[in-house]
């Protein structure tokens, strides 16, 4: 079965497809373009089919939203062309509206007693978070803190590791302090109107920022309880930690720009005279470390 779905060209034809869209943005980001008339991709046929088949093909899929469906109900092609046709008309209307996620409260690692949210979407929406995320991700991917490694292509744990380690151990540059922050409550505490600016910056197309608005403010049902999102992204929708790294690039440009990003005759001054030691920053997601020397 899998090696069916590899070697379909159909499959293979979509992909393709993707793959040039997602090239054409990462340029025109590194250009320092602003994006616009990207909405009409969540209207084409192969960009929602392909975000369709990512979402199946995640064990979560197996988690049902406030419909109750899964990806169970779309084992079938039938299937699963009639969902993409149903989000392609909706929108293309403009009639798309998500749903409520289903939230439910699951353990929190390290202490089992305390509880995190995690709001399930239904496949629908999920498939059309998903078809976002394909839009933004080759966009933002070059704005990024090279040294943000949290829910980022070819980026790791191990990276963020690597690097502190780096700093650590550098000869000529021994670092003495290092200031470990976790932000509290980080997806639940995102403010929707200074995401939607940030992501205004750069996104030019008010369709797809209110796509994106009312994904925010879909709000959440606890057993029959509609609860509102005024604040905050859904912890487990696809797209919500893009959005985080999106916030939060503004704590790495605000670091970096005390040090890292500084011309070598600057940092060279850096813990003299009064100015500020050197300082870097690594984040992994909503987790960070800055590394700092005593000035000299």
């Known amino acids: ?60 899929s197996d988690s049902a939203g406030v419909d109750g469906k899964t990806r169970a109900d779309y084992r079938t092609e039938a299937a699963k062309e009639e969902l993409t046709g149903e989000i392609v008309a909706e929108v293309r209307s403009k009639a798309y509206r998500p749903t409520p996620v289903r939230r439910v409260f699951i353990p929190k690692a390290p202490d089992p007693a305390k509880l995190r949210p995690l709001g399930i979407a239904t496949i629908k929406d999920r498939v059309v978070q998903e078809a976002v995320r394909m839009i933004l991700e080759p966009i933002y991917e070059p704005k990024f803190h090279p040294h943000s490694y949290g829910f980022r292509p070819f980026r790791n744990a191990h990276h963020a590791l690597y690097r502190i380690h780096f700093l650590a151990s550098r000869p000529g540059t021994p670092y003495e302090w290092v200031i470990e922050g976790d932000i509290h409550d980080c997806f639940g505490s995102i403010d929707h109107t200074v995401l939607l600016r940030l992501l205004r910056r750069t996104i030019d197309d008010r369709p797809l920022l209110k796509v994106m608005q009312l994904m925010l403010q879909a709000g959440a049902m606890e057993e029959l309880r509609f609860v509102p999102s005024d604040t905050g992204t859904p912890q487990g929708s696809g797209v919500s930690p893009l959005w985080a790294n999106i916030y939060l690039t503004e704590l790495d440009r605000f670091v970096a720009q005390k040090y890292a990003d500084l011309r070598p005759g600057a940092k060279s001054r850096a813990g003299k005279d009064g100015a500020p030691p050197p300082c870097e920053i690594v984040r992994y997601a909503d987790d960070c470390a800055a590394r700092t020397r005593r000035a000299a």
């Open 1 to 60: 079965m899998g090696q069916e779905a590899a070697t379909d060209p159909r499959r293979d034809g979509r992909q393709a497809f993707v793959n040039r869209k997602q090239t054409s943005l990462h340029r025109f980001s590194v250009e320092g373009a602003t994006i616009s008339n990207v909405y009409q991709l969540l209207g084409t046929p192969a960009w929602i089919r392909s975000a369709l088949d990512n979402v199946l093909a995640r064990p979560g």
